[in-house]
């Protein structure tokens, strides 16, 4: 049974970096679109990007400059980094891993809630 | 590009069937048999629920199904139960992008 398990800090100061890891278990890194999602207080979910296991790359246009992904298959971890953090990038960030539709998320981890606040 | 379409909420009695709407675009739900849904209970992860717009994970309840008409997706839910009471999301791929759905709040009366 495939497990992922996100790790980083819970609170980073305006303007700083944001750095997030998702530990995958149970499985490989495997030809999966490893993903990132998350969700603001009391919203909706939005995708984030993912990097395929080839380290190809898809960020959302909103948030392109930003992002960047790296995967580490010798550890079994992809990870995020989202520059110059603001209030509005306040959320739970989750991982998942996604298929060739890129949508079909079957495995998510639990979340980490990440607050920007000075 | 902009979120898909979803109702804020719906509700159903106990046995009854409801449907979830998803309204995209022709870049998105109408030119892509990619369509997911998730069920989403409050503090935990999403859970997939349906792929490629009818397909079931193994282990997910055959009282769920989906479907697509144009640019429209929907999620049926069959014979409601109580615990189906979450929150349910839509997403679509799109042009090597992934949308979501604003999500939407069943209510099982």
């Known amino acids: 049974q495939v497990q992922l398990q996100e790790s980083g800090p819970g609170l980073v100061k305006p303007s700083d970096t944001l750095s997030l890891t998702c530990t995958i278990s149970?499985?490989?890194?495997?030809?999966?679109?490893w993903s990132w999602i998350r969700q603001p207080p009391g919203k909706g979910l939005e995708w984030i990007g993912y990097?395929?296991?080839?380290?190809?790359?898809k960020n959302n246009p909103s948030l392109k400059s930003r992002l960047t992904f790296s995967l580490d298959t010798s550890r079994n971890q992809f990870s995020l980094t989202l520059a110059s953090v603001t209030a509005e990038d306040t959320a739970v960030y989750y991982c998942?891993?996604?298929?060739?539709?890129?949508?079909?998320?079957?495995?998510w981890g639990q979340g980490v809630q990440v607050t920007v606040s000075s | 590009q902009s979120a898909l379409t979803q109702p804020a909420s719906v509700s159903g009695s106990p046995g009854q069937s409801i449907t979830i709407s998803c309204s995209g675009t022709s870049s998105d739900v109408g030119n892509y048999n990619l369509v997911s849904w998730f069920r989403q209970d409050p503090g935990k992860a999403p859970k997939l629920l349906i792929y490629?717009?009818?397909t079931r994970p193994s282990g997910v309840s055959n009282r769920f199904s989906g479907s697509k008409s144009g640019n429209t997706a929907s999620l049926t839910i069959s014979g409601l139960q109580a615990e189906d009471e979450a929150d349910y999301y839509c997403s679509s791929y799109a042009n090597s992008n992934v949308l979501f759905g604003g999500g939407t709040k069943l209510t099982v009366l």
């Open positions: 990097i395929y296991y080839s380290g190809m790359t």
């Open positions: 998942g891993r996604a298929g060739s539709g890129l949508s079909d998320i079957d495995y």
């Open positions: 490629a717009v009818t």
């Open positions: 149970g499985g490989s890194i495997g030809h999966y679109y």
